[in-house]
Every structure is written in structure tokens, then in C-alpha cells.
């Protein structure tokens, strides 16, 4: 048995380059660099899509859509040790989320970061699908027992709330599951110091967001290389008027940095050396307005190139494969807990 590496996308929304950076790439990433040491689950989390509200009609072919993505980003799907499906095609996903509701404190809940933003920025219209969210994807999780999630930042109390679930259930009834490793860990595995949090460009004390209204902020996959050039030339940046990175005197500018990191591979220190104390941000910027048009152009032109066939017959076989695994562990579950008998 290898260990799993596991994460997941969702299909609410076009996925911006913060989903590229923080989860798709790094996946791709660790498929190449582990070459068949570890096994690779890689899913729509489509029943996690709308736990805010979206527009349906389109729901069904971005999941499709959001796979063609991870491929452009590089993961090789002729790897028999990767997985790609969607959640809802494997509803143990969600029979496991119902157990796990009756072990998860509705005060737990109420205190995840997330759900507070985001049920502030809805008013009266907060569904108790994004309430449990989090239950949801540790269900997600603990189902295949993944040691490595990859996420961005912003995911990182979900994955703690996920190893609190799965450990309390394995205290009470045995060895249930396999717990993900702890988020020091799981960062370093990454190669990373910190989680990966890229900001807004037009407020980068806020992270990159498909859920929020942001478009001057926001640069999507789909963007016209040109269009999301512009954007970067126009990001907010500060009054310092030198160049340097420090996220907490100048996050807008660490951003650019970053993200100049990220897309042309070149080691942070490197960059930091290059860019430290120059006065012109705008060099930096048309720095990076190329990295990300370039970047978006071959991204675009391997998305065109993707056998969707191809893709759909890998898709239904993994559906298949991950569901027998899944219902393994959902039936180790359903004996612990008494609604099956026991062996
Ligand atoms: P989603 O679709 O909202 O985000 C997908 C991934 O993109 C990362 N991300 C970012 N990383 C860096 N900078 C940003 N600005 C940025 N914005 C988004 C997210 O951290 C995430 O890794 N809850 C998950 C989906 C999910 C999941 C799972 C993930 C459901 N079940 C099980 C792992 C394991 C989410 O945030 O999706």
C-alpha cells in the first residue's frame, strides 16, 4: 500500500491562479518528484460547489472542465498510481458525512474562519451546507486516508479539524483511520516554510478569490493573457516606494514577488536578491505581467490539446476504482458505530 496524496478543487467557479499556485501545480509537482513512490487522488469536490450559492445550469461541465484543468497544469493521468473523480459519484463521501456530523461539535464548527467570513459576507442566506464544509472534507479525506493534503493557506483549519475528527473517532472506536499529517509537516512536504496564500491585486491584504466579486484582483484561468497582464499592471502597491519583501509592510509588492517565484521556478532568494531596493515597481510589474502572460498562454494551449474521451473513459474507471475503496472504509465505519454487524 502506498501512501496518499490528496486534494481537491471545486467546481463553484472559474479557478483562479491562487487555485493554480496553492493546490493544482503542486500537485503536479509531487506526481513528478515522487514518481510512483506515492498514490495521487485528485477530485471535484462537486457537492462541496455550493455551499454558496451558484448558478446550476453550469455546474456540471465545470467539474469536467476542472479536471481538463488539472491536466493542463501538468498532471499525467496515464500514471496508474493517480485517481481523478468526482465526490458525488462516490456517495460514501457523503453517507461518511452524516456519521461523522453526530462526532463533530456544532461549536467546532461555528469557530472555523472560513464559515464566519463567509457566512458574514451572505447575511440571512447561510446554508447549513456551509456549516459542515469542513465534515464534508474531512469525510473526503479520512475515506482514503491520505497522509498529504495539499491546500492553500486558507484550508489549513480544515485539515487540523479533519486530524480532531479522525483521531477522536479512532479513540473511541479503534484504529478507524488513517489521520493526515499534522500542517508543519504537510507545509514541508510541500517544500514550502508557510502555507501559500496569494493575495487579491487589488487588495492584497485579502487572498486571491474566486467566491468574492474581485475581477480587478482576481486573475482566472480562462483570462485572455492580455487581460490578465493589465491586471497586474494596475495592482495595488504601496507608498514605500522601494522594493522589498515583507508581507506585513508591503503585501502588495510580496505578492507580485511571490508570484514571480512561483511562475518562473526560480528560487525565492534569488528573486528577493534581484528585486530588493529597486525603486521602480513598475519594472517589477511588467516583470511579472509577462511571467503570468506567458504562463496563461501555454496553459491555454495544453487545455486546447486535452483528449476529453480520453479523459472521461480515466474518469469512469477511477470512479469505480476509488468507490470500492471508499465503501471499504465506509463499512469499517458503519460496524464500529453499530449499523452493521460486526465481523
Ligand atoms: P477551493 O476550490 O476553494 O480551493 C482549491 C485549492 O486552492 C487553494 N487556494 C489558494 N491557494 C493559495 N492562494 C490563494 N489565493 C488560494 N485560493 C484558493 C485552496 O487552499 C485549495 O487548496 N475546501 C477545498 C476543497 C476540498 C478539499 C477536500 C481539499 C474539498 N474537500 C479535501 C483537500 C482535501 C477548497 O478550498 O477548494
Redesign the pocket.
Known amino acids: 500500500m502506498k501512501d496518499i496524496i490528496?486534494?481537491?478543487?471545486?467546481?463553484?467557479d472559474e479557478?483562479?491562479?491562487?487555485?493554480y499556485?496553492?493546490?493544482?501545480r503542486p500537485m503536479a509537482d509531487l506526481q513528478r518528484k515522487f514518481a510512483g513512490r506515492y498514490q495521487i487522488n485528485m477530485?471535484v469536490?462537486d457537492l462541496?460547489s455550493f455551499t454558496t450559492p451558484i448558478d446550476h445550469s453550469t455546474l456540471y461541465d465545470s467539474s469536467i472542465r476542472n479536471l481538463k484543468y488539472f491536466v493542463a497544469a501538468g498532471l499525467d493521468i496515464d500514471d496508474p498510481n493517480t485517481f481523478i473523480y468526482r465526490?458525488s459519484f462516490i456517495p460514501a463521501h457523503s453517507e461518511l458525512t452524516v456519521i461523522l456530523n453526530n462526532f463533530t461539535g456544532f461549536g467546532e464548527m461555528a469557530r472555523m474562519t472560513q464559515f464566519k467570513d463567509k457566512s458574514a459576507a451572505q447575511n440571512d442566506n447561510v446554508s447549513v451546507g456551509l456549516f459542515d464544509?469542513p465534515v464534508?472534507?474531512a469525510a473526503?479525506?479520512l475515506l482514503y486516508g491520505?497522509k498529504y493534503?495539499?491546500?492553500?493557506?486558507?484550508?489549513t483549519q480544515?485539515?487540523e479539524i479533519t486530524r480532531d475528527i479522525g483521531l477522536r473517532m479512532n479513540h473511541k472506536f479503534g484504529e478507524l483511520f488513517v489521520i493526515p499529517e499534522e500542517t508543519k509537516k504537510q507545509v514541508e512536504f510541500m517544500n514550502l516554510n508557510r502555507?501559500?496564500?496569494?493575495?487579491?491585486l487589488s487588495d492584497p491584504t485579502r487572498?486571491?478569490?474566486?467566491?468574492i466579486q474581485d475581477p480587478r484582483g482576481t486573475i482566472l484561468l480562462s483570462d485572455s493573457p492580455d487581460a490578465a497582464a493589465k491586471k497586474v499592471m494596475s495592482a495595488t502597491t504601496d507608498s514605500v516606494g522601494q522594493v522589498n519583501f515583507d508581507w506585513e509592510n508591503q503585501p502588495g509588492v510580496t505578492n507580485l514577488l511571490q508570484i514571480l517565484v512561483l511562475l518562473t521556478g526560480r528560487p525565492q532568494d534569488e528573486i528577493n536578491a534581484e528585486w530588493t531596493g529597486q525603486t521602480s515597481y513598475g519594472e517589477l510589474k511588467k516583470a511579472v505581467a509577462t511571467a503570468v502572460r506567458d504562463f496563461l498562454t501555454d496553459f491555454q494551449t495544453k487545455l486546447g490539446e486535452i483528449d476529453e474521451s480520453r479523459l472521461l473513459d480515466k474518469l469512469s474507471r477511477d470512479e469505480m476504482a476509488m468507490a470500492e475503496v471508499a465503501n471499504e472504509t465506509l463499512l469499517r465505519v458503519q460496524r464500529a458505530v453499530g449499523l452493521r454487524q460486526k465481523k
Do not use: C, W
Open positions: 490528496l486534494t481537491g478543487i471545486r467546481s463553484n479557478p483562479t491562479l491562487g487555485n499556485l496553492g493546490a493544482m477530485f469536490p462541496h465526490q464544509y464534508l472534507m473526503d479525506i491520505a493534503v495539499p491546500v492553500g493557506e486558507d484550508q480544515h485539515l502555507g501559500l496564500r496569494i493575495r487579491s487572498k486571491m478569490s474566486k467566491s
